[in-house]
Every structure is written in structure tokens, then in C-alpha cells.
Nanobody
Framework: QLQVVESGGGSVQPGGSLRLSCAVS????????TGWFRRAPGKEREGVSC????????NYAESVKGRFTISRDNAKNTVYLQMNSLKPEDTAVYYC???????????????????WGQGTQVTVSS
């Protein structure tokens, strides 16, 4: 059974940075596509970034391109989301998710993801 645990959320001023971690246990990450999603109050859940199982493909929402970077550490079976130049509109609960996928697959839609973490709050405010 795959387990997903996020960490690294917090409060930061506009322009600041945070790094979220997504620790995956139970299976090797290389067989799973992973994604970061967020849900702001009163808004729909949206895809932020994703990475294919072997890390060959990544994708980003337009709103975070150039500011957020997804990466992985295979030895730790962990995926990261480095968030720079944070804006108040980035405030949301951030979720990490995974699904078993063919190599090279990276999806920004939440439907295929069947393993979800509990979420971590990110608040950007002055």
C-alpha cells in the first residue's frame, strides 16, 4: 500500500520561499507519477505541478511557471516542490498525490491520482 505524507508548509511573507516535501513509502516512486495540487478557500482544487515516474517529464500550471520547481530524490523516495516568489494568491492547502503510471506520463488533472496525502497549509501574507 502506497502512503503519501506531505510536510513543509507554513506562513511566509510575499516574495518569500517554501519547500514542500512529499515522502512516499510502500513502493518505489519510479513506478508512480506524482503531482502537487492545491485548494484555496472557496476555489476548486487545481493542479500545480506533476512529475512522471522516472522524472523525465514535468509540467506546471501557468500561474506558477518560473516560480515553482518540482524535483525528486530517488534515494529518499521523496518529491519536492520548491516555491519561490510566493504571492498571496498561492495561499492554499497543498496536497501531494500519486498514481501508478506508464513511464513519461505526467497529468495535471486530479482524477487519475488514487493516493493522496493529508495536505499542508501554505499561507502567504504580509
Amino acid at each position: 500500500q502506497l502512503q503519501v505524507v506531505e510536510s513543509g508548509g507554513g506562513s511566509v511573507q510575499p516574495g518569500g520561499s517554501l519547500r514542500l516535501s512529499c515522502a512516499v513509502s510502500g513502493r518505489s516512486l519510479e513506478y508512480y507519477a506524482t503531482g502537487w495540487f492545491r485548494r484555496a478557500p472557496g476555489k476548486e482544487r487545481e493542479g500545480v505541478s506533476c512529475m512522471s515516474g522516472m522524472g523525465s517529464r514535468t509540467n506546471y500550471a501557468e500561474s506558477v511557471k518560473g516560480r515553482f520547481t518540482i524535483s525528486r530524490d530517488n534515494a529518499k523516495n521523496t518529491v519536492y516542490l520548491q516555491m519561490n516568489s510566493l504571492k498571496p494568491e498561492d495561499t492554499a492547502v497543498y496536497y501531494c498525490a500519486a498514481f501508478r503510471a506508464v513511464q513519461g506520463m505526467c497529468l495535471m488533472s486530479p482524477e487519475p491520482y488514487d493516493h493522496w496525502g493529508q495536505g499542508t497549509q501554505v499561507t502567504v501574507s504580509s
